[in-house]
Antibody
Framework: QVQLQESGPGLVKPSGTLSLTCAVSGGSISSSNWWSWVRQPPGKGLEWIGEIYHSGSTNYNPSLKSRVTISVDKSKNQFSLKLSSVTAADTAVYYC???????????????WGQGTLVTVSS | AIRMTQSPSSFSASTGDRVTITCRASQGISSYLAWYQQKPGKAPKLLIYAASTLQSGVPSRFSGSGSGTDFTLTISCLQSEDFATYYCQQYYSYPPYTFGQGTKLEIK
């Protein structure tokens, strides 16, 4: 059973950088899956942020691309998210998730972390 | 980006009811659609993928149908544990993957 666990600061100052890590257990990050970040502002819907493959290939949401970096650490079986120049609009629960790829690289999300709330405030 | 629109945004129902939630894509997405259930304070849970394929362990009272632009999620006999918010997600084209705005199912 694959498990994902997010970790990182729960409070980030405006204009700062949000940094989160997702630890993967029960499976290898080097498997044939992509690893994603999804966020959910309080009381709102889900927004896909981006994803990474164990090779280091990434895809990002164009709306966030200029501020997002996703990286992978195969030795620690984890991947990370950095979001720069944050504002209050980036306050959200951040989830990491595993994507099952079908028909190439597109896919859906079968395993999710429990989520971590990140608040942007001074 | 492909826009996903769910209807209704919320509604009330009773245990034992049969309910249907609709998801419409702004362009054709074949059958590249997934449905998720989310309970308060919890992560989304995958229910259905490929528009109609039930994820392992999901009760058979859940079913999905549709292709192209119009999709439905049906719960045949509502149980108390089914009251939650449901999201559709397209994976036909990305980036970005996009979700519907959610349908909140409440107890009448």
């Amino acid at each position: 059973q694959v498990q994902l666990q997010e970790s990182g600061p729960g409070l980030v100052k405006p204009s700062g950088t949000l940094s989160l890590t997702c630890a993967v257990s029960g499976g290898s990050i080097s498997s044939s899956n992509w690893w994603s970040w999804v966020r959910q502002p309080p009381g709102k819907g889900l927004e896909w942020i981006g994803e990474i493959y164990h090779s280091g290939s990434t895809n990002y949401n164009p709306s966030l691309k200029s501020r997002v970096t996703i990286s992978v650490d195969k030795s620690k079986n984890q991947f990370s998210l950095k979001l720069s120049s944050v504002t209050a609009a980036d306050t959200a629960v951040y989830y990491c998730a595993r994507k099952i790829a079908v028909a190439g690289t597109v896919g859906y999300f079968d395993y999710w972390g429990q989520g971590t709330l990140v608040t942007v405030s001074s | 980006a492909i826009r996903m629109t769910q209807s209704p945004s919320s509604f009330s129902a009773s245990t034992g009811d049969r309910v249907t939630i609709t998801c419409r894509a702004s362009q054709g997405i074949s059958s590249y659609l997934a449905w998720y259930q989310q309970k308060p304070g919890k992560a989304p849970k995958l229910l259905i993928y490929a528009a109609s394929t039930l994820q392992s362990g999901v009760p058979s009272r859940f079913s999905g149908s549709g292709s192209g632009t119009d999709f439905t999620l049906t719960i045949s006999c509502l149980q108390s544990e089914d009251f939650a918010t449901y999201y559709c997600q397209q994976y036909y084209s990305y980036p970005p993957y996009t979700f519907g705005q959610g349908t909140k199912l409440e107890i009448k």
